[in-house]
């Protein structure tokens, strides 16, 4: 059974900063990652897509990476600002057929001004 | 709309009662996912469509849980006799085939 854990669990940053979020998944047979921005009352947002031929993606100051052997995924967030302030949440797909995302409980995210 | 939309938004009854959530996907979107995340939780699945396939209902919690979906339209989301452990945020989403998922802005339920 896939299992996704995502630390920290929270995070608090002084604006500006550089930060590393970490996901990891038990079962490397995945076809994609997603990494995902929820917001209050305003549901999830995709941010990035990694497909599992791929090793990163990079949307703005976004970068997420892919090791599909370790299991790991990271999203990198460059000069960080309040309005970065989210739960994060990382999803992965199962290779060959089912089509749930399976998600971590999230890293709540807070950029102090 | 362009997003997937979801009603109510907010929704109390009392335990016993049944009800229904409404899921509009972006058109188009052959599929159709309902998770649900409970308070300090992540997001659970709880059932698919593609197209005109038979569902996945591989993660509806008990019988008491059922969806619907006509088509590639509007879906239901039925819970009847409503338990309080039934009290979460129920989010649905839709996809072109295995692309990337939109979701919507996701049902508070409360179960009194």
């Known amino acids: 059974k896939q299992e996704v854990t995502q630390i920290p669990a929270a995070l608090s940053v002084p604006e500006g900063e550089n930060l590393v979020l970490n996901c990891s998944f038990t079962?490397?047979?995945?076809?994609?990652l997603q990494w995902f921005r929820q917001d209050p009352g305003k549901g999830l947002t995709s941010l990035l897509l990694i497909q599992s031929s791929q090793r990163e993606q990079t949307s703005g100051r976004l970068n997420a990476s892919l090791d599909k052997s370790s299991g790991r995924s990271t999203l990198y967030i460059a000069a960080s600002q309040p309005g970065d302030s989210a739960t994060y949440l990382c999803?992965?797909?199962?290779?060959?057929?089912?089509?749930?995302?399976?998600f971590g409980k999230g890293t709540k995210l807070t950029v102090n001004p | 709309g362009a997003g997937v939309s979801q009603s109510p938004s907010n929704k109390v009854t009392e335990k016993g009662k049944d009800v229904e959530l409404r899921c509009d996907p972006i058109?188009?979107?052959?599929?159709l996912y309902w998770y649900r995340q409970r308070l300090g939780q992540g997001l659970e699945f709880l059932i698919y469509f593609q197209g005109n396939s038979a569902p996945d209902k591989s993660g509806l919690p008990s019988d008491r849980f059922s969806a619907e979906r006509t088509g590639e339209s509007v879906s239901t989301l039925t819970i009847q006799r409503t338990q309080q452990e039934d009290s979460a945020v129920y989010l649905c989403?839709?996809?072109?085939?295995?692309?990337?998922?939109?979701f919507g802005p996701g049902t508070r339920l409360t179960v009194l």
């Open positions: 058109s188009g979107h052959t599929a």
């Open positions: 999803a992965v797909r199962r290779q060959g057929g089912s089509e749930k995302l399976v």
């Open positions: 989403a839709s996809s072109f085939l295995q692309g990337v998922g939109f």
């Open positions: 079962d490397s047979a995945i076809y994609n």
